[in-house]
């Protein structure tokens, strides 16, 4: 309990005292977000928060981690240092969406390789369990690229990431404590303290963004934390273990992994690079409806908490089952939204198009009393 209380601590209090010195610098070098046609905030913002919940991440997890039992975490924090310089690079100089793509290759493969982050059995997946190394390989590095990315692209209302990672880390970071493995829970309280220290800055209005820097970091360390959690939580000899641990792990990672697989999907289909930018993530459409950075915030953390419950309630039907119920599921209520989306544009259209016309009849009045005054 010690080390959870000092990693969690200290990584609140240096993300804390370290964000308002990135703000003040941001500022000084001009290094800011330019607001644009796809953003939703209208003013220039720091971008470089990552900056201090990396730092917070890291010195936490080094001085919390146990001394036995934490030889991975050294190939956790490489591959963590990996993804902090793409992200700090795109954040500062902007890099190409291969470029970045290759450093999460990398980053992947450090924890594939040396880490032993690797999905080798499918629990039963579409009758599927044990699976050969180079599937294994391949599945393992589509997962942890794109939950590396999901947190990336959720990145778009203020405090919406920061809270969405701060729910999947606690409870994950709750989960190893639990069962006695220090090192992840270590690691995972270690980012949920950073996390909390920097919404405070972040949340409405918001002073600072973190940016790739942060986005990405955040999406790595739950990468390795739902396929530790799927391999650990699915022996039966554990303390507490799942029958549909692949399941509940994507519950857990609900919004962001869901959203961003929906959109992949979306962007594939219509033939472009699934890394376009777009306006079809669910805080976009919740932001159409008139939601709030703050009440959008609140609805996805509601609805991602929903669906963690029902992951538990309903984990003994089997992994298949309880996928298809989780994704039918979201996709239900993703077609509500964006069908109440769609009737509120297309009222607003209307209206635009009623008030254009009373404007033109207006116009017109207004033109034919002046040609009778230049009459008379």
């Known amino acids: 309990m010690d080390n959870i209380l000092l990693s969690g601590g200290l990584s609140f209090m240096i993300t804390f005292f ?25 003013a220039v913002i720091p971008t470089l928060g990552g900056l201090g919940i990396f730092a917070g991440f890291v010195i936490a997890t080094l001085l919390g981690a146990p001394q036995t039992g934490a030889s991975e975490l050294q190939y956790f924090i490489a591959a963590s240092i990996v993804v902090f310089f793409l992200g700090l690079k795109d954040d500062i100089l ?7 793509f290759a450093g999460q290759i990398i980053a992947a ?19 599927v369990y044990k699976i050969p190394n180079v599937a294994s390989i391949c599945l393992s590095m589509f997962t942890i690229i794109v939950i590396t990315n999901s947190f990336n692209l959720i990145d778009g209302v203020d405090g919406l990431a920061g809270t969405l990672g701060v729910l999947t880390t606690f409870i994950f970071g709750s989960y190893f404590f639990y069962i006695g493995q220090l090192p992840y829970a270590v690691m995972a309280f270690s980012l949920a303290g950073s996390l909390i220290s920097f919404l405070i800055y972040n949340f409405p209005p918001a002073k600072i963004f973190m940016g790739d820097t942060g986005s990405l970091l955040v999406g790595l360390i739950n990468s390795i934390l739902v396929i ?3 391999n650990i939580a699915s022996l039966p000899a554990t303390k507490l273990s799942f029958e549909s641990a692949p399941a509940i792990g994507f519950a857990i990672l609900m919004i962001p992994l869901f959203d961003t697989l929906r959109v992949f999907g979306l962007r594939i289909f219509n033939r472009r690079s699934p890394f ?49 119920i989780l994704f039918v599921t979201g996709m ?42 230049d009459v008379e």
């Open 18 to 42: 370290s964000i308002p010195v990135i703000i003040q610098v941001a500022k000084e070098k001009k290094l800011f977000d330019e607001p644009d046609d796809r953003k939703v905030h209208k």
């Open 94 to 100: 902007i890099l190409s969406a291969s470029k970045k």
């Open 109 to 127: 493969w450090i924890l594939i390789k040396f880490g032993g982050v690797q999905l080798t059995n499918m629990h039963g997946f579409l009758g």
């Open 228 to 230: 530790k959690f799927i």
């Open 276 to 324: 376009s930018p777009d306006r079809n993530h669910i805080h976009h459409f919740l932001l159409d409806l008139g939601y709030s950075h703050k009440n959008t915030t609140f609805i996805c953390l509601i609805a991602n908490i929903f669906f963690i419950g029902m992951a538990i309630v309903l984990h003994k039907i089997g992994t298949t089952y309880l996928l298809s």
């Open 332 to 373: 239900a209520a993703i077609g509500i939204v964006y069908n109440l989306r769609q009737k509120k544009i297309k009222k607003r259209i209307n209206l635009d198009s009623v008030r254009e016309k009373e404007l033109f009849k207006t116009h017109k009045m207004l033109n034919l009393v002046s040609e009778s005054a």
